[in-house]
């Protein structure tokens, strides 16, 4: 196994659980889809010859409220074979471990949903290959994740060949868009199907803002990635037709759902409208708003910090200032870096969001090299971790882990909520936008918006 590989094994396996804990807690999950596992795990002759391959533990986990719980537990016989039920809370992504007498050796992931049947052959050790689950639904989200990869290849390749050529990004996103949109009709009713169709419209954002609009009506509220879809539609609308015609098509799907909590998603995409608008007023009437509407609940909560959002960290407003200590040992402020962009980021190392970011971000990164630092704060401070973390692995920008973590002064001052964010401030030392989560293409955006074509030329 090589050490980049053994490294994200890591990162994954310090946030899932310990096999001996997965394993007391086989029983007693509540579950409301059902699947099935069955494989082979066998070793290299190279380095075990006795075709003996008894033993190996197979867990499928999940990360929940009160801690891990364990889906499916399975122990290989002497050929290396075993199958398992697989009982799971909803359809979706999930880890996988092998490990053998208390040492792990694989860790992956793959898609449990109902009925499905899923099966595997690995050969130990993997050499830094990920394990091809073979279903129906593992060949969607197989299709969906390598149109990703070819996503971000061609958009990294893009951004470091210099001078930043919009005419051939929005050919890319296009053509991208395009590809995840077909999968529906090869693997209909399939979570990777649902979430390419989902990233089929969010790509367009700010290249194809017509198209986006017109898709985004056509989805049901039953995708995982709905509210991000209404998200980019509102933005999309606003830069079409403005404001008003924005909020108006956040009502519209306000009124074709009978779901609570959706519709105060949708509602609080209400008050973020008017903050991307600068309309402090109308986003404190809409915050405080949520707040009557929706007492003693999650969102009642998300407005109250919203209202500190927007009295301290809106676009144009001084960026609040920091004084970090690097791993390296360097002090550094916001003051230091004035005169330059200073795109702020706050992530978790293990995070598979932010590790599927990092070629876009650190293309960015090399695109805008004279005109932007990057500051990256992570909220995990384990040593072990950002060791796994940066081993064989180019990470360009002043790092920082925080040893309180999430009660960080400088995470409370950002009020981060969500892994990864960032934030991009000016050369002036002026917030310029706020980026959570998937974000990250928004920020490459704003930054060809900045600069222009110049960005990144020799």
């Known amino acids: ?72 537990f399975a122990v290989t016989d002497r050929s290396g074979r075993f199958e398992t039920d697989v009982s799971a809370p909803m359809r979706g992504l999930y880890p996988v471990i092998i490990a ?25 050790p993997t050499s830094n290959r990920p394990i091809r689950f073979r279903s129906h639904e593992n060949a969607a989200w197989l299709a969906f994740q390598n149109t990703q990869a070819l996503h971000n290849s061609s958009l990294v390749e893009l951004l470091q060949e210099g001078a930043v050529d919009e005419e051939r990004i929005e050919r890319q996103v296009n053509q991208v868009s395009q590809i995840l949109w077909s999968l529906e009709e090869n693997f209909p009713g399939t979570v990777g199907a649902d979430l390419a169709v989902a990233e089929a419209i969010i790509v367009l954002e700010g290249w194809n803002d017509s198209l986006l609009v017109a898709q985004a009506k056509n989805i049901d509220e039953t995708n995982p990635r709905y509210i991000d879809i209404i998200r980019a539609a509102r933005r999309s609308e606003a830069r079409l037709n ?8 956040l009502l519209a799907y306000q009124l ?30 809409a915050a405080r708003n949520m707040q009557q509407s929706y007492p003693n ?8 910090t919203v209202l500190y959002e927007i009295d301290n960290l809106m676009p144009g ?18 003051a230091d870096f004035r005169g330059k962009f200073v795109l702020l980021e706050f992530y978790a190392p ?30 995990q401070s384990d040593p072990a971790i950002l060791e ?23 995470v409370q001052s950002y009020s981060i909520a969500v892994l990864p964010t960032r934030y991009l401030i000016d050369r002036e030392g002026a917030i310029v936008g706020r980026y959570p989560g998937e974000a990250v293409y928004a920020i490459q955006q704003e930054m060809m918006s900045l600069l222009g074509d110049s960005a990144g030329a020799p």
């Not at 394993?23 to 010859?49: F, K």
């Not at 992931?109 to 499905?116: E, N, P, R, T």
């Not at 609940?297 to 109250?304: E, Q, V």
């Not at 690097?326 to 550094?332: K, Q």
């Open 256 to 285: 074709r759902t009978n779901d609570r909590d959706l519709h105060a998603a949708i509602q609080s995409e209400v008050v973020v409208a008017h903050m991307d608008s600068l309309d402090a007023r109308n986003a404190r009437l």
């Open 317 to 334: 407003s001084p960026a609040p200032e920091l004084s970090l200590t690097t791993l390296d040992g360097e002090s550094i402020s916001l």
């Open 1 to 72: 196994m090589s050490s980049a590989r053994r490294g994200s094994l890591l990162l994954i396996f310090a946030l899932l659980c310990t096999v001996a804990a997965c394993r007391s807690q086989a029983q007693g999950t509540d579950t409301s889809v059902r699947g099935h596992l069955a494989g082979v795990v066998t070793v290299s002759a190279e380095i075990d010859a006795t075709d003996n391959f008894e033993g190996f533990e197979i867990i499928v986990g999940n990360e929940g409220l009160d801690g891990i719980d364990t889906l499916a």
């Open 350 to 379: 293990a995070s598979e969001d932010y590790l599927r970011q990092l070629p876009v971000r650190n293309a960015i990164s090399s695109a805008y090299e004279d005109d932007l630092e990057i500051v990256s704060i992570s909220l």
């Open 242 to 249: 403005g404001q008003s015609a924005a909020l108006d098509l």
């Open 100 to 124: 053998r007498e208390g040492q792990i050796l694989h860790i992956d992931q793959y898609i449990i949903a109902d009925g499905d049947s899923a099966t595997f052959a690995v050969e130990l």
């Open 388 to 410: 796994a973390f940066f081993e064989d692995r180019d990470v360009p920008g002043h790092h920082v882990a925080l040893e309180e973590g999430a009660d960080a002064p400088v």
């Open 297 to 304: 609940t999650p969102w009642s909560d998300w407005a109250g």
